[in-house]
Antibody, heavy 113, light 112 residues
Framework: QVQLQESGPGLVKPSGTLSLTCAVSGGSISSRNWWSWVRQPPGKGLEWIGEMHHSGSSNYNPSLKSRVTISIDKSKNQFSLKLTSMTAADTAVYYC??????WGRGTLVTVSS | DVVMTQSPLSLPVTLGQPASISCRSSQSLVHSDGNTYLSWFQQRPGQSPRRLIYKVSNRDSGVPDRFSGSGSGTDFTLKISRVEAEDVGVYYCMQDTHWLFTFGPGTKVDIK
């Protein structure tokens, strides 16, 4: 079955850039799905960051749009998140997801010097 | 953005008894394609969210049939017919009719 696994640094410095990757196994990223990033600050609720279709279409959270880029690498069967100008408010568990029906385990990213 | 509200925010339940969570949206969730994209998620402690219900009332694969969803327009309900110990966690409704997709604040379910 399809599985998703996030990877990336657990610590980012203020004003730095977060880069996360989500590896898709057991299925093709070129299937008819949207690929998403969602985050959850510690002890808080869930927030959509954005999504991308393998065709290249994308949607971003307007509050993050100026700082976010989601991309798909079909050759590696993975997709990525880049979030620039990080602040403490960006500290969260970051989840990758296939649409909304399948989620990775999440990775905690802390913004601190 | 569509604002999702849930009630109650905390729900102590007795094992074997039913439980119900309400979710309301600030605008209709009926999509132009005629579908209503309202989902329910369960997040057990320390785990990632798991989708239980999609398009109001459709159970995802492997979801016990004690979970059911209903509603229309702006008012939706998740019901657990008989609560089991493994149902403890936070439940979120989410709309994916209108971008930006948005979640409710969550309802924490625990055992009395």
């Amino acid at each position: 079955q399809v599985q998703l696994q996030e990877s990336g640094p657990g610590l980012v410095k203020p004003s730095g850039t977060l880069s996360l990757t989500c590896a898709v196994s057991g299925g093709s990223i070129s299937s008819r799905n949207w690929w998403s990033w969602v985050r959850q600050p510690p002890g808080k609720g869930l927030e959509w960051i954005g999504e991308m279709h393998h065709s290249g279409s994308s949607n971003y959270n307007p509050s993050l749009k100026s700082r976010v880029t989601i991309s798909i690498d079909k050759s590696k069967n993975q997709f990525s998140l880049k979030l620039t100008s990080m602040t403490a408010a960006d500290t969260a568990v970051y989840y990758c997801a296939r649409g909304s029906d399948l989620w990775g385990r999440g990775t905690l990213v802390t913004v601190s010097s | 953005d569509v604002v999702m509200t849930q009630s109650p925010l905390s729900l102590p339940v007795t094992l074997g008894q039913p439980a119900s969570i309400s979710c309301r949206s600030s605008q209709s969730l009926v999509h132009s394609d005629g579908n209503t994209y309202l989902s329910w998620f369960q997040q057990r402690p320390g785990q990632s969210p798991r989708r239980l219900i999609y398009k109001v009332s459709n159970r995802d694969s492997g979801v016990p049939d004690r979970f059911s969803g209903s509603g229309s327009g702006t008012d939706f309900t998740l019901k657990i017919s008989r609560v089991e110990a493994e149902d403890v966690g936070v439940y979120y409704c989410m709309q994916d009719t209108h971008w930006l997709f948005t979640f409710g604040p969550g309802t924490k379910v625990d055992i009395k």
